[in-house]
């Protein structure tokens, strides 16, 4: 059984809780034989409201504040009911998502009350569990294993391993033989090794009620088509699961798991969670090409809500994107300066005036335009943040703040001075809770920025 943990914050993203890493997991342990429920703990949506934790009181004089954050949540079922569905299915493998540092909390105490009432083997995997494995282990004695990486990589290991040391995880068979698996799923194999070439598989939407995941009144799936970014950016830690090497499906297989979707489960709303879709022109190109001669496509939408870099799109490019069903685009500009740009690694091969030219075309195509800026990074001022934002408004375009967090595993988490109290602490790993000061922006300020971007963005929303 795999498990989406509860959460704890002041909001959620519904379109970023589709489960499609556990999707993955899940189709990787039926290949070895399993039996798999996947039972997402934060689905359909529920939230109830909890006490803001204390040392988040800094936050307490700013929630009367209309523009910002209201209450502190909790999203998702209460450990009662999970235990219920658990019971239910008794299973002998218990797999918890562990996707971000932020949440850990949760997974720690989900983890502990299965480990009371079941003696079942536990693991986690995710982001998080790949960036602090051994932590991990020291931290929760309660779960049994950490799964680090790629599942198709990191899992079948993991499996034999228990095997090979005499531990039974299906309970009522000693015959989990991997060689037995390869021989009948030879073709889904990689040949430098014996794990899985995850492009030859698709996640088991098969295992989710679709009509759980919504936006507004249309059901939505995510999807990967490619796993790896080329790019160094200084505050991203995509590299530790997915690495910097750009691996992607055939445009035939994308397709043909759209189309399923499509049909079996009436989705409308196909998102990308590739971290970067359009690096490859060719492909993207194939890709979009495909979509658009395609009959069963017609009035569907995709998305890429982590971003298009806009140094691999271009005027033919958003012009076929926009036939093919893109209606918004989410560009991360990152920062207004080119120089602070520059010492986080943002490619910019085009030149630093490229994204104005590319917001430009994309709004004559009839694209509504997200602009992502990280605020507080080293080196940005309140003033820098300010004319950026203002000129993104000036041009039509929704200006979007992400206020900067510790992220583990990238170079900033490596390099950044930053109070023990905050780097030990892994609750304070948000943008939420506003932990990172800067010399020229404190947290006074960080606040105040979020608050003005958000006066401004409901300002200019149409009536």
Known sequence: MLLQPPLEDFYTTPVRLYPLGLLYVAKVLEIYGFEVAVFDCLTPLKKKKIALPEKWAYLKPYLDNPYFFKNYYRFGLEKEKIIEAIKKFSPDLIGLSCSFAAYYRCVEELAEVIKKNFSCVLIVGGNQASCFPGEIKARTPAIDGVVTGQAEISLPSFLQSYFLEGNSIKGDSDQFLL????????????????????KKIWPAHHLINPNYYRLGQKNYASLQASRGCPYHCAFCNVQVVFGHQPDYRPVRSVIEEMKFLLKKHRVRIFNFEDDNLSFNRDWFEEFLKE???????????????NGLNYDSLDEEILSLMKQAGFRKLDLPLVSGQPEIRKKLKRPERKGSDYFWDIIRWAKRLGFFITAYLIIGLPGQTEEEIRETAAKLWAEGVLATPSIFYLTPGSELYQIMSVPEEIKNDWDMYRSSVFALETENLSREKLINLFIYFRQQNLARRPP
């Not at 799923?185 to 899985?196: A, S």
């Not at 001669?293 to 998305?303: A, S």
């Open 291 to 305: 979509v658009i001669k395609d009959e069963d496509f017609r009035g569907i939408e995709l998305c890429a809500m």
């Open 179 to 198: 060689e037995e698996v390869e021989t009948k799923e030879e073709n889904i194999f990689r040949t430098d090794n014996n794990c899985l070439d995850w």
